[in-house]
């Protein structure tokens, strides 16, 4: 008897056959997917995709033995082309640096099929056959039979369907058509023709793999884009900003996203199979972001980046220094393990970078001012002691300066209608969702109205964008009391890069209402309702800002703060802030105790360290205003600078005729230096070119174990290049070649890290000719 395993790909029979007569075998059953399944087994735990080194566990039923005298009337398939060049350009993947062609899922493609002899339609059959993972299954979508069918006739049947263009001789031209929910990932294409009762399937050598990614121009997938300037800036750009800084000094550095590089692609692939997704579930942006969300960070899955945010970076790459996502992936998918180190903007660029290659609408977001729910009340809560001093062993909530996620463009067909379109993918490990750090596909407009019991997490990212800041402080009973409330400080300036072009888009509409309107309050209060804390701060909502949850005091408020940052903070030197104290009492002056403090922080609002701190009292006369000068010299505040220079100025006291409480805090960035860049000569294709960076020293101290990154669009991978020392107040000049490979334009992009400097960067576009 005759071993009936087959092994897709193959040209014969199985290897556990005792000999290899032919590629032929005589079919008892009808061919294509009638009849039995021809496929058995399931897919691995893994879900990975087709290892082009393993073969594919395949089973045809019904198999008797060769007959060889027939040979010689079977059709046989010598060569497969898949017409690469017009798969290309119909299926907007050009830029793919990728050894396999690219397809998007919905859209035709040609292959041009070399016979034994000429096709004869009415005694041949023949069909495409497709093949994801290591054990394909028609019944899960894992094999896919195409069969050559009347384009006429089939039209709105078959979504997977291959018709004939042109048959001259031997040479027989299919256009074959694809399903626009198919799964992503890469498979491999044979061809099977049937002939007098014998079955020809193309060997191994001859079957090339394709990718299937999602389809933005596409009506019927899910990531459907109609507006072709989105597509372009969303799918097929491969430069974007990211911005950072504070809310009143937004700042912005260019990312190189680097979807269509060499072995990106592949890297995204390996990233859905590290997350156990199974391959059914790889039709779905929805669950496919999910896993994206999860995947890029190394909590708990081994994940591409690991975080750090202590400001120790001796094991790996500071957060700051990279320019781009390729270097960070293709480490990920040489090592399989964790790239260190990674913050909330190289997170939000390595995610937009997975799901702009994977074919989904994307880009990175940022939100000033951005607030960190801990205990899912909803509400940023600040507590204060009976003398109105910040009681810092009570905060678990924080606000960061900024925080970056990205976001995919999906229809949800999974949530009530109105929820598709943006969704908030947050790769950053804040907090956990079901169980995994993650976070997201949450929908913008459920954001945006505070539906935040929809799917997913959308409770965390309401309370990031529109959560009122409520101080609580410690009364004579030992227990806390809402005392007032702001509702405008959390969520500003929502940033992204505008379409076709360098500006920012401020999408803070997006997220929520107009401040203060009615249907902001609505927002708030729906979303209130499923916090931690629904009755008390339901009773907050009702008060006015800035007015006490308990009895109102006797006398109204009327002294105002106002933190004054004298010119623009730059690092290195000294820090002028006035504080200006108005008051609109009429008649009676006002006496004011005010407590200051100026903390080093992290941009995620984590205290460093004090930098300064005094309290003084000042004497306000009727209908006037008194500003007090304060100093911060660089020799108090400079040594405890951590990452991104960012400093807390927080000033609270207290009103002695009317018990007035004040309390005021701003941030203040100090502007670091910057790299400057220049192209020397006329960039062309193919040859040499030298780049030029300059930088100098602004501190008064000397700069060691200085490291620079450097990359160019299109022209190389990340370079690191080493500086011993550079003096105080010195500067240093680097120059160093690269080799343009694509035409069009060439942004350079290039970082700078030490220990005393982070976050110095710089850039330079110029235009490469053929």
Request: hydrophobic share 35%; net charge negative.
């Amino acid at each position: 008897m005759w071993d009936t395993d087959f092994v897709v790909g193959d040209s014969g029979f199985d290897k556990g056959r005792k000999s290899r007569p032919s590629t032929l075998v005589p079919l008892d059953i009808a061919f294509g997917c009638e009849g039995p399944d021809i496929c058995e087994g399931v897919l691995p735990p893994s879900g990975q995709d087709l290892d082009p080194n393993t073969e594919t566990a395949f089973k045809p039923r019904g198999f008797g033995g060769p007959h060889y005298q027939q040979e010689s009337k079977v059709l046989q398939v010598r060569n497969v082309n898949i017409d690469h060049i017009e798969a290309k350009k119909t299926h907007h993947t050009e830029d793919y640096d990728s050894a396999y062609t690219v397809l998007r899922r919905g859209f035709p493609f040609k292959v041009e099929l070399r016979l034994s002899r000429p096709f004869e339609p009415s005694a041949d059959r023949l069909q495409m056959e497709l093949f994801i993972g290591s054990r394909p299954s028609f019944e899960r979508g894992t094999y896919i039979p195409i069969p050559l069918v009347d384009e006429l006739q089939t039209r709105e049947t078959l979504l997977w369907r291959t018709t004939v263009l042109k048959s001259e001789g031997s040479v027989l031209t299919l256009l074959v058509h694809t399903s626009p929910k198919s799964i992503v990932g890469k498979y491999q294409v044979c061809v099977a023709t049937l002939c007098h009762g014998y079955l020809f399937r193309t060997a191994r050598h001859l079957a090339p793999n394709v990718y299937f990614i999602f389809n933005p121009w596409c009506p019927d997938d899910l990531v459907y884009m109609e507006n072709e300037a989105q597509r372009r800036e969303y799918v097929l750009q491969d430069v974007g900003h990211i911005y950072y800084g504070s809310a009143d000094d937004i700042m912005q550095r260019s990312w190189n996203f680097g979807q269509f590089d060499f072995g990106i692609l592949d890297a995204c692939i390996l990233l859905l199979d590290q997350g156990k997704l199974p391959l059914q579930g790889r039709d779905s942006p929805v669950t496919i972001s999910r896993v994206v969300s999860a995947l890029v960070n190394s909590k708990d899955d081994n994940g591409v980046l690991e975080g750090n945010w202590s400001g120790i970076y001796g094991l790996g790459t500071p957060p700051e220094a990279w320019n781009g996502s390729t270097a960070i992936l293709l480490d990920y998918r040489a090592t399989r393990s964790p790239v260190c180190y990674g913050q909330c903007w190289v997170f939000s660029g390595v995610a937009t970078t997975v799901l702009r290659s994977l074919g989904i609408p994307s880009r990175p977001v940022t939100n000033f001012e951005s607030a960190h729910d801990a205990d899912a009340s909803l509400s940023f809560d600040i507590f204060v002691d009976e003398n109105m001093k910040i009681l810092k062993d009570r905060m678990k909530d924080s606000k960061w300066n900024y925080h970056s996620w990205a976001e995919g463009w999906m229809a949800r067909p999974d949530l009530p209608l109105g929820n598709g379109g943006w969704q908030v993918v947050d790769p950053t490990p804040q907090e956990t969702s079901e169980g995994v750090f993650r976070c997201g596909p949450a929908p913008v407009n459920a954001v945006r109205d505070g539906v935040v019991y929809l799917k997913y997490d959308i409770k965390f990212v309401f309370a990031e964008v529109n959560s009122d800041k409520v101080y609580w402080q410690l009364g004579d009973d030992g227990k806390f009391k809402a005392i007032c409330v702001d509702r405008n400080v959390v969520g500003v300036n929502i940033s992204t890069k505008a379409i076709g072009s360098d500006e920012r888009e401020d999408i803070t509409h997006q997220y929520k209402h107009t401040e203060g309107s009615e249907k902001e309050r609505i927002a708030v209060e729906m979303a209130c309702r499923y916090g931690s804390k629904p009755g008390l701060y339901g009773r907050l909502l009702e008060r006015g800002v800035g007015e006490p949850i308990t009895e109102p005091r006797p006398q109204p408020d009327d002294v105002s703060l106002t933190i004054v940052v004298h010119g623009i903070p730059e690092m290195g030197r000294d820090i002028t802030v006035g504080l200006h104290v108005a008051s609109a009492s009429e008649s009676a002056w006002r006496h004011v105790t005010l407590h200051v403090r100026c903390d080093i922080m992290y941009y995620t609002g984590v205290v460093h360290g004090c930098a300064h701190k005094e309290s003084f009292n000042v004497e306000v006369p009727p209908e006037q205003g008194i500003t007090t000068w304060l100093q911060l010299p660089y020799s108090e505040y400079g040594p405890l600078l951590v990452t991104q220079a960012a400093m807390l100025l927080t000033i609270t006291g207290r009103v002695a005729e009317t018990n007035q409480p004040i309390m005021q805090q701003k941030t203040i960035r100090l502007r670091l230096p910057q790299l400057n860049i220049k192209v020397l000569g006329e960039p062309v294709v193919g040859r040499d070119i030298l780049i030029e960076i300059t930088f100098h020293n602004p501190l008064p101290e000397e700069l060691t174990d200085v490291e620079f990154l450097f990359e160019a669009t299109g022209a190389q991978e990340s370079r690191r290049i080493q500086q011993r020392s550079i003096a105080a107040g010195g500067t240093v000049r680097l120059q160093e070649r690269i080799t343009p490979r694509r035409r069009g334009a060439l942004k350079v992009l290039a970082s700078l890290h030490c220990s005393r400097l982070h976050l110095v960067h710089g850039e330079a576009t110029t235009i490469v000719h053929s």
